[in-house]
Every structure is written in C-alpha cells, then in structure tokens.
C-alpha cells in the first residue's frame, strides 16, 4: 500500500470506493476521434516536480486521458473555473466521444504552446509530438487572445505541429461576434492541409444548469468526427451529422452565407427546422484540389498511422526485394479491407488502390541513405480520382509526400 493509503482508508466508511488514476499510455489498441484538449485552468496546477496526491492539482503540460466526462471534475477540477476549455470537453462526450486527453497551459502564448508541442526537460512523456495516442487537437481558448494577428500565429503553430506529426488534425474555431469578412480573413492568414476551421460559436447550458452561454464549436465537433469514425470510418465526412448538446447558435447561417463561405473553405454550423443543428461542411484550410476535403486528408492520415504502427516490425531488416514485397503484401492486405468497407471507390481493388514498393521506388541512393520509398494510390470517395502519396520510412519514422503525379 502507499504510505497514506492507511490514514485515507481510516477515514472513510465500510464501503467501496473507486479511485481513479490515470495514466498515460504508451501503447494502446488503434483508435481514431481521440483528441488532445489544450486550455488555461482557472487556478494555476502545479509544475512539474514531485508527484502529487490525486486531490491536488494537475500539473502544467502532463497529458491526462479522460474518457467520461464525469472525470474532469475529479482529475481536472471545476469546470466552471477552466471556461472554455472545459465547455469543449463536455461537448466532445456529448457526442459520441469515448477517449480523450486533456493538456493544461500557464497561458495563451507562442511559449507555452512550443513546449506543449515539444515537452519540457526532465518529462518526455509530456510532449504532444511524442504521443502516438492522438490524432485530433483542439485549442479553445486559442480564441481569448484580443490581439487576433497573435491569435492567427497560435492557430498556425497548431496546425504546422500537426502538420510535422504528420498524425493528427487541427479543429480551428472562429472568433466570437465574427461575420463573414472576418472568417475569410482567418482562413487566409492559416494555411494547411491538416487543418479546419468552424463557423460560428454555439450556444449550450452553463455549468450552473440556469442559463446559456456562448462556447467554441470544437469540442462539440471533435466529438461528432469520433461518432462518425466509430459508426463508420474516417472515410466518412464528418458532416450532416446533429450537433448534440447545443441549444442554438451565435447567429444563424442562411443557404446565401453558405455559397460564400464553402468556397472559401469555412465549415458552417446550421440550424434547419425539423432537423436540428448540423454541421454543414467538411473542407480542410488547403488550397490542393486533392486535400479539400477532410475525410480524404483523415483517410490517408490514418493510414500513416496505420502503417507507422506496423513498421516496427520492419525496422533493421536487410533493404532489398523480398522485404519490399513483404512491405507491399501487408499494405495490400490493409487496403483491401479498407475497400471492403467502403473507404475507397471502384468496382474492383484495382480501381481503388495501387501499392509499389519495389526498385523502381527504392533506388541505390534511398537505399543508400537508409529508407524505404513505397508510393500508394488511393481513391477516397471524394474526390473520385487517384490521389497520390509517398511513404518515406527512414530513421526519423514514416512520413508523407504528396500529393505526387503517379507513374505510369
């Protein structure tokens, strides 16, 4: 028992008690819709040092899995003191969210977001670019920040972080009292394949069960992509899909708004009569015409995922044709059950996929310098085209390049 087990059991009741202690798990089954939630706290937890008890505060940048909302409160503290933050985690379980982690800051600042990204000495574990448990991130109180030129900066770095993760989506929101002219000015101050942004804010229940209060969307919409990935897969876009857990919306978005923001790539929230509020639009930040939507860009980012899992196995083995076959044979396999399920269009696995691993790809000089090269071609269900990439996997993991014209 732990030294203050003794004195804790003294001073309870006959009875069972569940004390939860979260860990962060290095290894976990493969799992899409798990966002890392970054916020201030209302009351400073403390920095990292010796461990505290479980009633104290959680300490500045250690991850936290949570995967009840009824968690927060006992691991993270009163959620009527962490605003936004704690808003975007109720409405991630709120729809349909199973698994998330939760990351505190000192404050809203180029700094802290650096070592959130990369760690802090002494705490490895505690760097988001070290977690292979993740694949979206969401940044609510990113939006708090007055200075909107800042606050553009800080949602950059979240999507260039995902973007050099190579793992993981950025869930942007917009800023609150925005019309259309200023959401377009944002998207074009962002840029980024790994990337979206969600307009307007949306109305929920405070805390305190007696009024409403305007919130970012991107919990809420964290929530509705880890619905759809669970009910059918990254290949769906997460859109049409009922905003569960919101009374209304900061203002409304007509069929007219609409025509002007889908092309600039906002994704709008929109109420209609008899359905609900939904969310209508599934487009990344990217200006590519092959990274417009989000369910292809999420579809080859969970194959990296996918891939890089399975790479371990590889690691060390001799570069030459009967690895570069086995290479190609397990990918095949992997995205033959993803056309099976419908991820990937065409009538025959011929037409949905190509996978070339061979020494076409892996001359002398990639082998020289220590990677393997394999090309995949995939057609997601929008667009219905051949969307080309490069996998790379050398000594710093598996990364992607493309989109690539495909060789004939």
Known sequence: MKPWDDQYVEAKAPGVYVEDDFQLPRSSPFMTGVPVFLGVPGKPPLLPGKAPLRKEPRRLYEPMMLSLWSHFERHVGDPESHGYFAYAVRGFFANGGQRCFVVLLPDISVQSLETAFTGIAGHPDYALSAMNTVDLVCAPDLVKQEDRKLGFELQQMLVDHCETAGDRFAILDSWCS???????????????????????????????????????????????????????????????????????????????????????????????????????????????????????????????????????????????????????RELESYFMEQFRRGALKGRTPEEAFYVKCNSETNPREVRDAGQIVTEIGLAPGVPFEFVVVRLIQGRGGVSLVGPVQAQQ
């Open 178 to 328: 925005d019309g259309s002219k200023d959401v377009w000015q944002q998207w074009s101050e962002i840029d980024g394949k790994n990337g979206a942004i969600y307009y307007p804010w949306v109305k929920v229940r405070s805390f305190d069960g007696h009024s409403t209060v305007l919130v970012p969307p991107c919990g809420h919409i964290a929530g509705v992509y880890a619905r759809t990935d669970q009910q059918v897969g990254v290949h769906k876009a997460p859109a049409n899909e009922v905003l569960e857990g919101v009374l209304g919306l900061e203002r409304e978005i007509s069929q007219a708004d609409q025509a002007e923001l889908n092309p600039r790539r906002i994704n709008c929230l929109r109420a209609f009569p008899g359905r609900g509020i939904r969310v209508w639009g599934a487009r990344t930040l990217s200006g590519n015409d092959a990274w417009t939507y989000i369910n292809v860009r999420r579809l080859f980012l969970t194959a990296v995922r996918r891939i890089e899992s399975r790479a371990q196995d590889v690691a060390f083995e001799p570069n030459e044709p009967k690895l570069w076959a086995r290479i190609e």
